[in-house]
């Protein structure tokens, strides 16, 4: 694996199987109680810009499990907040910490951290990615399903960095993937069009989120409105009204469907309640997997 973890698309298939067993075996040591404190003395940044419940709380756990600590960098408390430029911070943090995770906006801030900073660089959510979440969910799905390969997983929602991510995957791995979106909400054209070329199973755009759905193994939704997006939150709704995962979408996949949220969710938005709290959802298994996927990742890139 590359020095940092900045996108799904720059790993190699060898990098998926080794995070995928990796987080297997910690995942099993942790539930027999089994010693695994393999980062002992290890000290790790997490400097968030946005929001975050599940991605803050996995990596500090995560860490702690593993032997060693994390900071919480709230960037409004720290002199990043006030001006002081990424090439500084970057290169000034490298001497205390081992690795650094960080949560913003822009993905070219990341990518500039990365440069400059001479440990690992972790990407934990932009506008533009979110590769540990994809990460983790590809984790979901091979407990689920024994494996992602061949299924068809099926995105209805926004365009955004979850959607981005999905195309990254689809265009490394081995598995299908529709993506429904409003005319104007498409995942980024760049991205998309890469994918699409690269692809190993496919990927399809529809308007229509039943078409998406049709045969699908896996289905997949997200907020309608992204963290930065919260001006646009009602305008949003009216336009993504017909893009709800609910029971008639459920009903138009495999019988066997999975569905999926990256969290958090809106009921009765993208997604119903009757859908998220049912027998299809699996969205607190792979909340709880982002731990063993973090997890994973911080050991190979220690
Ligand atoms: N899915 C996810 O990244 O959640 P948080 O925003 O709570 O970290
Ligand atoms: N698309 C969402 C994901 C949150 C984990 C956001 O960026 O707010």
Not at 47 to 67: A, C, H, N, P
């Amino acid at each position: 694996m590359k020095k940092d973890l900045l996108s799904i698309y720059e790993l190699e298939a060898s990098d998926f199987e080794k995070i995928f067993a990796k987080a297997g075996r910690l995942k099993k040591a942790l539930k027999t109680g089994r010693p695994h404190a393999s980062l002992k003395g290890k000290t790790l940044g997490m400097i968030f810009d946005k929001s975050s419940t599940r991605t803050r709380i996995s990596f500090e756990v995560g860490m702690y499990q593993l032997g060693g600590i994390a900071l919480f960098l709230n960037s409004r408390d720290t002199q990043i907040g006030r001006g002081e430029i990424i090439a500084d911070s970057a290169r000034m943090m490298s001497r205390y910490l081992d690795a650094i995770m960080i949560r913003t906006y822009a993905q070219a801030s990341v990518e500039e951290f990365a440069k400059y900073a001479t440990i690992p660089v972790i990407n934990g959510l932009t506008d533009l990615l979110h590769p540990c979440q994809i990460l983790s969910d590809l984790f979901t799905i091979i407990e689920k399903k024994g494996s992602y390969e061949g299924l068809k997983v099926a995105y209805i929602g926004d365009g955004n960095n979850i959607a981005n991510s999905w195309i990254e995957a689809a265009a490394r791995l081995p598995f299908q993937l529709a993506i429904a979106c409003p005319d104007g909400y498409d995942p980024d054209a760049r991205i998309m069009a890469r994918g699409m070329k690269e692809s190993k199973l496919g990927i399809e755009l529809y308007r229509d989120p039943m078409e998406a759905a049709a045969n699908a193994d896996i289905i997949y939704t997200d907020v309608w409105a992204s963290m930065g997006q919260e001006n646009e939150q009602e305008s949003r709704k009216k336009v993504f009204k017909n893009f709800q995962v609910n029971r008639k979408i459920v009903k138009n996949a495999n019988k066997d469907v999975i569905v999926m949220h990256c969290l958090p969710a809106h009921r009765g938005e993208e997604i119903t309640a009757d859908v998220i709290d049912g027998p299809h959802s699996v969205v607190i298994d792979e909340a709880e997997n982002r731990l063993h996927v973090q997890k994973a990742i911080l050991e190979i890139l220690l």
